[in-house]
């Protein structure tokens, strides 16, 4: 059937609703903040879980929750209910998040390693999953609320402030008072706090969300739908994205650069403290910095993408933060800076901010790119399938902290780190295993940032190219007026 409810012409969005609008991406930023900086150095260095258990994890929850994901997205793309198409899942998803937030960093002792690792697979999985029925639905919006090129970064712009209050409320109260000390992140009874602090964020900010938008987000005009779209299939609709050449040079690029951007996460917590050998009262200034460097990036890509291309931003973004920390890993491991030095903690304090710099410039120019291939994907197939193409670039950013984690966790086990041999201290690790740490921290993740570039650099939706996909669109339902 031909969509010609959707895309109505360029609409501006009320202040407001961008605002509450925005809210919502601080729940990926308190699930992501929490998942990326801790869980890792917990089931590791805490619990005592092997590295690649503990990333066999990340992966088989991403292969799971990745495998849902488009079933998610295409059940909320077709959803009919009073409070429309995307609410009620967001509203159904926050209770089992919290629930398994509040378990998973409160994990009893002395659970044998094969019961351990299904406990924690089910944790996670129900958290990620519970994600994606927020998150998907939220991303859709996107799309929906404006088709103007300029809009939807100003949109996706709004979501990236909330990544940095999200990223902010989990990091600065976690090291500030939970873990504050010296060998605070390493007691197993501080964690449970963790978990407490998240489930009160998630509901706090999903409720915002919700309340905020609802109004706004049921007076948007509904794509009509007919019992002849499901003849397609799932598997058919599946297939028209990869026929779609944006999509697949966007979707191959992202995950790539975000998978990089996950190990470097993974394992900031052990490179922090062993490679680079900052103390405990020092440890967590390049994770609070990221959100301070987040906000100068979002602030950056308001400026820049009225001027450049979505394309070019991203890609700038992803030379410099992978450069920057393998530059700097090499002038440690070369002995120009020595690690635990005033210069050494000044230049990775530095890299953190560029980190949060460079992944909100990357943020803002995926979602905006991501909600004008919808516009294409229309018109090449007659459908808009704003939630499936969400779910695409959600196991993207899944990657990042699933294929992320578990590379960081299979390196781990590679070097000979374990729990059990560190002590707790940096000096009981042999050089070997800290060189390995430095080498998967910056160039590893490196390598996976700049393999991005090429895909990037192919894709060629463009602001010329999107209006005049934005024409099409309007022929097309003009005629289908007159018809």
């Known amino acids: 059937m031909i969509s010609t409810a959707l895309p109505q012409p360029a609409r501006s969005v009320p202040m407001a609703l961008k605002f509450f609008y925005g809210s919502g991406q601080a729940i990926n930023a308190i699930v992501d903040g929490a998942i990326n900086t801790f869980l890792l150095f917990y089931l590791t260095a805490v619990c005592g879980m092997s590295g690649s258990a503990a990333g066999a994890i990340f992966l088989v929850s991403l292969a799971i929750d990745g495998v849902l994901d488009p079933f998610i997205g295409r059940l909320s793309d077709r959803w009919r209910s009073r409070w429309g198409r995307r609410l009620p899942f967001m509203v159904a998803a926050l209770p089992p998040m919290m629930i398994a937030a509040l378990l998973l960093f409160s994990l009893p002792r002395g659970l044998g390693s094969g019961l351990l690792f299904g406990y924690v697979l089910i944790l996670n999985l129900m958290l990620r999953i519970g994600l994606s029925v927020f998150a998907l639905p939220h991303s859709a919006l996107n799309a929906e609320l404006t088709d103007d090129y300029r809009e939807r970064s100003v949109l996706s712009t709004f979501r990236a402030l909330f990544l940095v209050v999200g990223f902010a409320a989990i990091l600065v109260p976690s090291f500030s008072i939970i873990f504050a000390g010296e060998n605070g992140l390493q007691d197993h009874g501080r964690y449970p706090s963790l978990g407490l602090l998240v489930a009160v964020l998630l509901a706090v900010f999903g409720t915002m969300c919700v309340l905020g938008i609802a109004r706004g987000v049921l007076t948007l005009p509904r794509p009509e739908t007919s019992d002849h779209d499901d003849a397609t299939g799932f598997l058919a609709e599946i297939a028209q994205l990869f026929r779609n050449p944006s999509f697949v040079l966007l979707f191959t690029g992202a995950v790539l650069a975000l998978v990089g951007q996950g190990m470097a996460s993974a394992i900031g917590l052990h ?203 309007s022929t097309r339902r003009a005629s289908a007026v007159v018809a």
């Not at 530059?327 to 949060?356: K, R």
């Not at 390196?411 to 740490?437: E, H, R, Y």
């Open 271 to 473: 490179a922090l403290r062993y490679f680079w050998k900052l103390p405990g009262n020092l440890i967590q200034l390049p994770l609070l910095i990221q959100p301070v460097g987040m906000l100068l990036g979002t602030v950056a890509a308001g400026l820049l993408l009225g001027r450049i291309e979505k394309r070019d931003g991203v890609i700038g973004a992803l030379v410099v933060i992978a450069l920057y920390p393998a530059v700097i890993v090499a002038l440690a491991t070369t002995g120009v800076i020595a690690p635990g030095s005033f210069v050494a903690t000044v230049l990775v304090v530095g890299n953190g901010a560029i980190f949060g710099a460079g992944g909100a410039m990357c943020f803002v120019c995926f979602y905006s790119m991501i909600a004008d291939a919808v516009d294409e994907h229309d018109l090449r197939f007659g459908m808009r399938r704003e939630a499936l193409y969400a779910a695409a670039l959600m196991i993207g950013s899944k990657a990042a902290t699933g294929l992320g984690a578990f590379v960081a966790g299979v390196g781990l086990q590679a070097i000979g780190f374990s729990a059990g041999a560190d002590g707790g201290t940096p000096a009981t690790l042999s050089a070997g295993t800290t060189l390995g740490m430095g080498l998967l921290w910056g160039p590893g993740s490196a390598i996976l940032c700049l393999a991005a570039i090429p895909f990037l650099w192919r894709y060629k939706l463009t602001r010329a190219r999107h209006a005049a996909v934005l024409a099409g669109l």
